[in-house]
């Protein structure tokens, strides 16, 4: 069974920094690009990033780029996301996913 399981959301003040991490089993995670979403309330699912297979090459929504970092490890068969300088827009559930499956998420909230 495919499973994505995301951790480390959390309340955070703006301008703080958050990693977030998605242990994967059930595939094999070495081929496969990995990708996280979030969902602000009210609002519709966004890409925020993607790393591919190798993980040499990344990219990020314009939302995100120069406060985000997406990487993994193929042998912890893990994906992370790192979230410096947080604003009160990042709040969303973020997800992560592949072509397979995506996670159940994990809530981040930016407030003072």
């Known amino acids: 069974e495919v499973q994505l399981v995301e951790s480390g959301g959390g309340w955070v003040q703006p301008g703080g920094s958050l990693r977030l991490s998605c242990a994967a089993s059930?595939?094999?995670?070495?081929?496969?690009?990995m990708k996280w979403f979030r969902q602000a309330p009210g609002k519709g699912l966004e890409w925020v990033s993607s790393?591919?297979?190798?993980?040499?090459?990344?990219s990020y929504a314009n939302s995100v780029r120069g406060r985000f970092t997406i990487s993994r490890d193929n042998d912890k068969n893990t994906v992370y996301l790192q979230m410096n300088s947080l604003k009160p827009e990042d709040t969303a559930v973020y997800y992560c996913?592949?072509?397979?499956?995506r996670g159940q998420g994990t809530q981040v909230t930016v407030s003072s």
């Open positions: 790393i591919f297979s190798g993980g040499g090459s990344t």
């Open positions: 996913a592949n072509d397979l499956a």
């Open positions: 059930g595939f094999t995670f070495s081929r496969f690009a």
